[in-house]
Every structure is written in C-alpha cells, then in structure tokens.
C-alpha cells in the first residue's frame, strides 16, 4: 500500500496504516504529495510503471514506564485528578509538537504547583504516558490496573494535553452537570490574561491517552488550543522537529494549564461525574464514536 502526504513541500506521513499502532500484515509505505500526483498522473496515462522498494524496519519488545509524580491533596486526599500527556513519539523526526510540547508542559505545570506551594484539595497525579503512538499502551494499563484494584472509582477527573498549546479554552468531555463551573473558571483566567478568550467546547474524540478513562466513564478535560496553523503540516511527519516550537506558547500552556488544574482540584463541585457502564454506551452512540471504537476493537458492550 503506498500512501501520499496532503501537505506541501515533500513532508513524509509516518504511522498512518494501522489504526490501532499494532503492526499491519500489509506493507504499507509513505511518499511526498509531489511523488503522488506525479505517480497517479503516469498511471492515468496508462503507461507501465515499475517500482522497486527496499524496507529496513525493525519491530522488537522493549520497556517502557509511565512516570507519575503525586501531589496528594490536603482535603480529598483519596479523589484524583489525573493530568498527563505521552512521552513517546514516531520515528522520523523529534515529536516536539507530538507531543514533547504537551509532556514537558506537564513538566512545568508540576514545577509550577511546588514553586508556588499550591496544596489541592484533591490528589493531584502528574502522569507522562508511554507507548501512546503504539495503542495507547501506557494509559490502557494504568486504567486496567484502576479497574483491577478498584481504584478507578478515585480517579474523578483526567486532563489530557497532546499537541495542546498556547490556550485559549477547554474542551470538556464527559456528561456535565453544567458549564457553569468552566465559564466561571475562564472569566477569572481571562482577568489575569486577556490572551485566554475563555473558548468551550463539549466534544469526546478518539486516539489519546483519554481514551481508555473515557470508556470507563471518567469525566475528560483538554486544552483548546491556538498554534500556528502551518504546525499542523508537521503531524506523524519528518518535520515535526524542534524548530516548532514557540517559548511564548509553552509558556501559556504551563501558566493557563496550572490555573485550570488547580480550580478543577479545589472545586466544591465537580462539573461532571463519573458516567456507569450503560451511561458510558449510551455516550460512545451519542458522540458518533460506536463505529470507530468496534473497527479499532476498542468496543466494549455488546
């Protein structure tokens, strides 16, 4: 299977063939936009077309760990916020934008929090997930070891941030009771900066390291938000290198991130609940994400 890129420039796609990061029994190879209309022209033309292909991949076991640092709370010690985002990335370049800026935000957010010696209601865990380009490796068994021991009942919330960066809202997966809790939220980050505009959404996706909380009902929370739009030619590919990044934009991910975490932790309220089994079926149809979940074998209720 031979795939071209949509992005300008000869950029070349990587981890696009399997849905699920397992590997595929098909072949399947990447080339540049450029090379892919040139090919589909000579084969509209007719003419005979050769190709030789030559493939060193290599695929081996390896070791891989979640790191978690926990900042316990002082009130609700035993009802988590779980904040995290993936270490790991794909192979062609760094993964700056997908996702070191997002991890090492985590990074600062948790500096941020001892620095200024902020003490949370709730437990706080600062997770950077492994194996998330492989199938959410990481974050699958962090939740199946909560299931297993019965701590996903403490888990009350998950914040994820991959590829999130200079913020301007939140997007708030899960049943809400009401938006009330984030608009508020908002208004007072936005009384501290004006660069947040205090953007919601009430969206659930797929393909994160949310995805496996979100199915067992945990209440979802993400970063909207506002990088350069020609970043985004970069996704999966050989140029998502270092050069990417802007200071300003990490910056505000740490310093916006830190006030959303710490009102989330400190609420009197939660905005949302964890959903039951059937609830959480219910939710997957609501949100169009039944289809996508069976292909991926990710389907849990029948």
């Known amino acids: 299977m031979v795939i071209f890129n949509q992005a300008d420039g000869g950029v070349l796609l990587t981890g696009t063939a399997s849905v699920t990061g397992e590997l595929i029994p098909i072949p399947a190879i990447c080339i540049g936009k450029e090379k892919g209309f040139e090919l589909k022209e000579k084969l509209a033309s007719g003419k005979k077309i050769e190709a030789h292909i030559q493939m060193t991949n290599h695929s081996d076991l390896i070791k891989a760990r979640n790191v978690i640092a926990t900042l316990k709370g002082s009130e609700l010690p035993d009802e988590k916020i779980i904040i995290g985002g993936h270490l790991d990335s794909w192979d062609l370049a760094t993964g700056a934008i997908d996702n070191g800026i997002g991890s090492f935000a985590i990074l600062d957010i948790a500096r941020a929090f001892k620095a200024n010696k902020l003490q949370p209601k709730r437990t706080i865990q600062f997770v950077m997930f492994m194996g998330e380009e492989q199938g959410l490796l990481g974050s699958t068994h962090m939740v199946k070891e909560a299931v297993k021991n019965g701590s996903i009942e403490n888990i009350k919330y998950m914040f994820n941030i991959d590829m999130g960066g200079n913020p ?35 969206r659930s996706g797929l393909h994160s390291d949310h995805q496996p909380f979100m199915l067992e009902g945990v209440p979802i929370l993400s970063v909207i938000g506002n990088l350069d739009r020609s970043i985004y030619r970069c996704y999966h590919a050989d140029c998502d290198d270092f050069n990417l990044v802007n200071k300003d934009h990490i910056t505000n991910t740490a310093r916006f991130g830190t006030m959303i975490l710490f009102a989330l932790a400190n609420a009197d309220q939660l905005p949302a609940v964890k959903m039951d089994s059937e609830t959480t079926k219910q939710f997957m149809i609501d949100n169009n994400l039944e289809e996508p979940l069976r292909i991926a074998g990710e389907w849990k209720w029948e």
Not at 187 to 200: G, P
């Open 168 to 202: 301007i809202g939140v997007n708030a997966g899960g049943k809400l009771r009401d938006t009330t809790f984030f608009k508020t939220m908002g208004e007072e980050i936005a009384a501290v900066d004006t660069l947040y505009k205090n953007r919601f959404s009430n």
